[in-house]
């Protein structure tokens, strides 16, 4: 009876222990029981602290850390931007956000739509919104509730006047 060996080829993954994505290094990982790489896990978790990425499991102590399953020619763990925690209004409300930048989005003051998403505000860009209905601004809170009270009060203005 003979017993045939079958090997598995070592996965790739990204090493490195910076978080620049051009500090990364593509290698084969050496263990070939290896079947995951890790890499810090920005894009969920604002203000992470973990750095770094390789070939395994994250170990049980590290927070922010998380995996995929590799394989041979391509690595699963690519670069993720660090994000930060920040706040943005949508509606009456502050709502957590995260991002690479602090930004929100809100309609613009001469704004007369009735898009809810639009006018309620909220994180990020304005995605698919018109530049015309949306406008951005930069930093924690930045589109307040006073904001939204001044294109109210235009809008309202606007209705009175055409009654």
């Known amino acids: 009876c003979a017993v045939i060996a079958l090997s598995s080829a070592a996965i790739t993954c990204f090493n490195g222990t910076e978080n620049a994505e051009d500090k990364l290094k593509k290698i084969n990982c050496t263990d070939t029981t290896v079947t995951k790489c890790y890499f810090p896990d920005n894009k969920n978790i604002g203000d992470n602290k973990f750095e770094g990425y390789g070939c395994g499991e994250c170990s049980k102590s590290a927070t922010g850390c998380a ?45 007369t739509g009735n898009d809810d998403t639009l006018s309620k505000g909220g994180c990020g860009d304005c995605g698919s919104f018109s530049s015309s209905n949306c406008t951005t601004c930069e930093g924690d809170s930045c589109n307040s509730a006073a904001v939204f009270f001044s294109s109210l009060v235009t809008i309202f203005a606007v209705f009175y006047w055409l009654s």
Not at 78 to 97: R, S
Request: some cysteine.
């Open 67 to 111: 995996t995929c399953t590799g394989d041979a020619k391509t690595p699963c763990n690519n670069f993720e931007p660090k994000t930060t925690k920040y706040k943005c209004h949508k509606g009456n409300k502050t709502v957590e956000c995260v991002g690479e930048k602090k930004i929100c989005f809100m309609a613009r003051k001469n704004y």
